[in-house]
């Protein structure tokens, strides 16, 4: 008795069957690959139109429930996947959601990739990315060439090219949808996600002063990120709270990278006044500081305490455990891809990701501890 073939079995069996004489006994030989199911091959097994196959595809209303569950059975059969640029280039619209970023710090774009793939994952979109350099002469018409090749549904702009101006006014003019993260408000509501960075570096500069630490110093990322000028204005605030103030020899500029606080860190240890503490505008720039510290054969937070900003995984991972400024970057990607894309998306969002901002909070770890009389 022989069973039924599925769909799937049937459609396989059509295109990997050649006709000819009748069947012969062969040496074996290498399976061919199988050829990927197109929607032409949906359309002839569900015997309906392309388009009707379409229609189903992109969620319209316009198909009947029988017809729709049968070529949904079809497609779920084959393993039918669309194309992603090939439904841009059907319907006008595209699936695609990019990601434009010039971070030196790698874990940042992995947890903002990471958000917003929580977030569009089950939706029919798709992430790609633009990695670029906003000093590079090329960069504003490599952004245009992106867009305009990938037929973007929208885009999501992380510090610090979510600050340049000249692009923002490139994607409006492309009207190119589009949410911009950054650590102030700089732009109506609907198309921002603030992060509110200077809040969270004042909590940094209380919580040393509390300490009893009284030199302090700050090493801050690069001028080109607002994030660097927004993190040193909220550490100078939270000192001036304190009645302090920051040295102008203890006050160095970083570049959001390990190495550059591993440079930072060995000028501030060779100082004839040397800092009890030390605030970062990151945990790559305040894992560097503490390679430098130990370098002295000083101890971190028993000698001299160090705090950073982010709470990557890097900062739980260190030893001694890094005290750190928590800034949510996952949640940060998520509710930009929820402002950016809203009804595209078939799932109901957490309800973190309905605001529009997010607050860092310090995380206190052993890095840090009181000043030795």
Not at 92 to 106: A, E, H, K, M, Q
Not at 216 to 222: F, L, R, T, Y
Request: proline share 6%; net charge positive.
């Amino acid at each position: 008795m022989t069973g039924c073939l599925s769909r799937a079995q049937a459609w396989d069996m059509k295109k990997t069957t050649k006709p000819g004489p009748a069947m012969k006994a062969a040496t074996p030989q290498a399976s061919e690959p199988r050829r990927r199911p197109t929607i032409n091959d949906v359309a002839r097994l569900a015997n309906v139109s392309k388009k009707t196959v379409s229609r189903v595809i992109n969620q319209s209303p316009f198909v009947n429930t029988e017809t729709r569950e049968r070529i949904e059975a079809v497609i779920k059969d084959l393993g039918y996947a669309p194309d992603p640029v090939a439904r841009g280039l059907a319907s006008r619209r595209s699936y695609l959601v990019g990601l434009i970023y010039d971070n030196p710090n790698p874990q940042h774009v992995i947890d903002t990739q990471q958000g917003i793939l929580d977030i569009i994952r089950g939706s029919g979109l798709e992430l790609v990315v633009h990695p670029c350099n906003r000093r590079d002469r090329d960069f504003l018409p490599g952004v245009r060439g992106f867009i305009e090749r990938q037929k973007l549904a929208g885009v999501i702009l992380p510090s610090s090219v979510s600050e340049d101006e000249e692009l923002v006014a490139m994607l409006r003019e492309s009207d190119t949808p589009y949410v911009r993260i950054a650590s102030v408000l700089l732009d109506r509501e609907e198309n921002s996600i603030v992060t509110h960075d200077r809040e969270g570096a004042r909590q940094a500069a209380e919580h040393l002063a509390g300490l009893g630490h009284r030199v302090i110093a700050h090493v801050s990322g690069p001028d080109t990120f607002r994030s660097s000028h927004e993190r040193r204005a909220g550490f100078l605030e939270g000192l001036k709270a304190a009645g302090l103030s920051l040295d102008r020899k203890l006050d160095l500029r970083g570049a959001y990278t390990f190495e550059s606080g591993v440079d930072a860190g060995r000028k501030l240890m060779g100082q004839a006044m040397k800092p009890t503490a030390v605030f970062c505008g990151n945990d790559e720039m305040a894992a560097g500081v503490c390679q430098a510290i130990r370098e002295t054969g000083l101890d971190i937070g028993k000698h001299v305490s160090v705090v950073g900003f982010d709470d990557s995984p890097l900062a739980s991972r260190m030893w001694p455990a890094l005290t750190t400024v928590l800034l949510p970057v996952k949640a940060t990607g998520r509710m930009a891809s929820v402002r950016l894309l809203g009804e595209r998306l078939t799932k109901e969002p957490l309800d973190e990701d309905r605001l529009g901002e997010v607050r860092p909070r310090l995380v206190v770890r052993s890095s840090t501890g009181p000043v030795k009389a």
